[in-house]
C-alpha cells in the first residue's frame, strides 16, 4: 500500500465504530424525516396515510421498523400522475443537476433526477465501493457498462473522483475492450460476471490467451454471479487476476456495496447518506443485521435533495457476512443471491436459481458456467421436478450418471427436486451484459 493508491478511499468513515456510525445516521435520520414532511408531496402523503402525521410521530431510527416500504412501481405511478418527475421531488426544478433514465415497462422511462448535492453523495458513496474491489488510483480502467441514459453514467464521476484512468468502452464492444487492453495497457475491467467468462470464450476463439493481457483485476457488478466461487475461480485463473464484486441500485446509489481484498462478500459502502435494513420478503418484517441472515435490502436516503427515498425495497435478496474483516473496514457484509423477483416457490421451497447454478457449478468442468432453469408454469408457484438446463463442460465426454448427480445435489443442498437435462456448449444463450437463470419461454 503506498499513498498513491489508498486500499481504502474514506478511512475515517469506513472504519468508524458501528455503535458510533449508527449515532450519526440516527441524527441524519431525524433531518432528513423533518425534510420529507417540509419538502415532499409525495411522502407526507404516504406518512400521513400510514398514521404518521409530524416528524415526531415518524420518531427516531430505531422506529424506522414501523413505516411503509416505498415500491419502485409507486414512483413510477408519482411520475406518470404528476409528469415528468412526480410528487416526490422535493428539490426545487431549477436545483436538478442531472436527470438519468430508467427503461420503463411502459415504455415511458422512469426519471431520477438529482442536485448537485445528491450526484457528490452517489460518486462517494461508488468511490468507496470502487476502491474496495480494488479500483484504485494508479489503476488503468476499462468499463464495459452502458453508460448512455442510465445512473450507471455516473460511474464515470467516481471513478474520476477516485483519479483512476478510464477508458470508457460500453457494451457489446469487445474488439474495443480487448483493443484498450492490448494498446493502452489497461490492467483493470469492470464488466457483469457474464460478460467476463463471455471474455475467456471470446479471446481463445481468437486465438487470444487471456492470462496475457496483463490483467490484474477485474470488478464485477450489474448481477449475482461474481460472489459464486466457481465463476469467480474460473474468471481468475483464465486472466490471472483479482476478481471482486460490487453492487449498486440505480434508484439509491450507482454503487452501494463493495468486496474488499479478503473477498467474502460486499462492504456496505453508504453510511452517513443510506441506512441499510434487512427484512423478510414476504412478510415485511424486520430481520436483524447477524451473521447468516438473509433477506432482502431495503434502503432510505439520509441526506437526498432531488429524491429522497424511506424504505426503498431493493428486491435484492442477500445473506449477511458480520465477522470482521482484516481490510479494516467495519462495515457489514453481504452476498447477493439473487432477486426477490426471481425467487421460485417449489411445493413451499424457495429457491434462487443463482443458488441452482451454485450448485451445478461444482460439477465442472464436466458441466459449463451456463444454466437456465425453465419452469413449466408462468408465476412464481411451481411444482417439482423444476426443469434445469444445463451445458456440458467444453470438449467434455457424455457421462451417463452426471445429470442424476446434480440433481441429487441440489435435492440436498436446497431441499428441492429438479430434472437436470444436458445439452451441448454453447447450446445456451449468452449475453454480453446479463445472463437469464430463468426462462418462461416453455411455461403454460
Ligand atoms: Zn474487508
Redo the contacts with the bound molecule.
Sequence with gaps: MTATSPAIFDPAVETRDPAEQRVRDAARYRQQIAYLFERSPFYWRKLADAGFASADAVGGLDDIHRLPFTEKDELRRSQAEEPPFGAHLAAPPERIARIYSTSGTTGVPCYIAVTSRDLHIWTEISARSYV?TGIRRGRRVVSTYNLGPFVAGAAGDSLTKIGVTHIPVGTGNTERLIGAIQRLGADAIMATPSYAVHLIDWCRARGIAPEMLGLKQMAVAGEPGGGDPVIRKRIEEAFRCKVNEAMGIGDVSISLWG????Q?GM?FGGRDFVHVELIDPATGAALPFEDGAQGEAVYTALEREAMPLLRFRSRDHVVVNMTP?????TAP?VRCIGRTDDMLIVRGVNVFPSAIRTVVNQFAPAVGEVMQVRPARRGVQQEPPLRVLVERGPGAEADAGLAERIESAIRSALVVRVRIELVPHGALPRSEYKSALVSFADAT
Design positions: 474496495a468486496e474488499c481484498e479478503e467474502g462492504h474483516c482484516s481490510c479494516g473496514r457484509r
